[in-house]
């Protein structure tokens, strides 16, 4: 498939998630061809299977070995990583880091780079040393695969062993459960800014992670079909919970953004983001324990 098909592709995707990592790996995949939606990928990739959270690290998500480990694990496809200064040796499509981009094509001194929508030249000379190369090689992969109940248990597992994961000692950063609650905790002390211009939690952090968890509805929905009924039955109350979840957090949302609009984030504002925000954790915590149930 040639790079304006991808784009169009993806333009007429519902729900899209908001990482940009995750657009530079899916149109890596459809280059070759390969049938993996966007929302499978935040699956496999693990991106929707966790939620990390530091005040201090907003990007700590960014977890590019835990990404290559669960595409090799779930998918068997490798994405390997190389120094700049090899770049000459890789050829496109490969990924521009941390800027996210997809390089798909050389030019003369310059790449011409795709970010999520957007298409530009990138000139060479202005690669900085901490700039790395990634890239993925995908493979033919059929479709049924995606949908195995192995499969499916594995990452049932992994979702709740994310959930209830407790912080080890020494670390700035919490996972799952214990992440949702410090997040909270966050909001409700006033000291703590979320409008900053170098804060990147309500305009990448959250956003990033939680709008992956569409994708995970879309791939429980897949399974749905090769269940047995009484499992289907299970597994669509725990859907139900997810889609109430995915609701809450829209709201959260709607709210965030107009406080960044605003450049305001008062205590009403943050009042209203944290209860809508109680309302997603309560619902996400109803859908782990359904989840429970095919462990």
Do not use: W
């Amino acid at each position: 498939m040639d790079y304006d098909k991808i784009l169009e592709k993806l333009k007429n995707t519902e729900n899209l998630p908001t990482y940009d990592l995750l657009f530079a790996l899916e149109k890596s995949i459809l280059k070759e061809d390969v049938e993996i939606l966007i929302h499978e990928l935040a699956v496999f990739s693990g991106l929707s299977l966790r939620f990390i959270y530091s005040y201090e690290n907003p990007l700590i998500y960014e977890d590019l070995p835990y990404f290559a480990f669960n595409l090799k694990k779930y998918l068997n496809f490798e994405l390997n990583f190389f120094d700049i200064g090899t770049i000459e040796d890789v050829e496109p499509p490969f990924i521009l880091i941390p800027q996210n981009c997809l390089a798909i094509e050389r030019m003369n001194g310059t790449l011409l780079c795709e970010h999520v929508f957007d298409r530009y030249e990138f000139p060479l000379h202005e690669l900085q040393s901490e700039n790395r190369i990634a890239k993925l090689n995908p493979f033919r992969i059929e479709r049924f695969i995606l949908y195995e109940r192995s499969k499916f248990k594995d990452i049932v597992y992994e979702i709740h062993k994310n959930y209830y994961e407790r912080p080890q000692k020494l670390t700035n950063y919490y996972l799952g459960k214990n992440a949702f609650q410090m997040f909270i905790s966050d909001l409700e002390d006033e000291s703590k800014s979320f409008v900053l211009e170098n804060n990147h939690i309500l305009t990448r952090t959250i956003p990033d992670q939680l709008t992956a968890l569409y994708g995970l509805k879309v791939y429980l929905l897949g399974v749905y079909h090769f269940l047995k009924k009484d499992e289907q039955k299970v597994l669509f109350e725990g859907i139900d919970a997810l889609s109430d979840a995915i609701m809450f957090f829209r709201e959260f949302e709607r709210v965030s953004k107009d406080a960044l609009l605003r450049n305001s984030f008062l205590s009403e504002t943050r009042r209203r983001c944290i209860n809508s925000f109680k309302r997603f954790v309560a619902s996400y915590d109803h859908f782990v324990y359904i989840l429970e149930k095919f462990i």
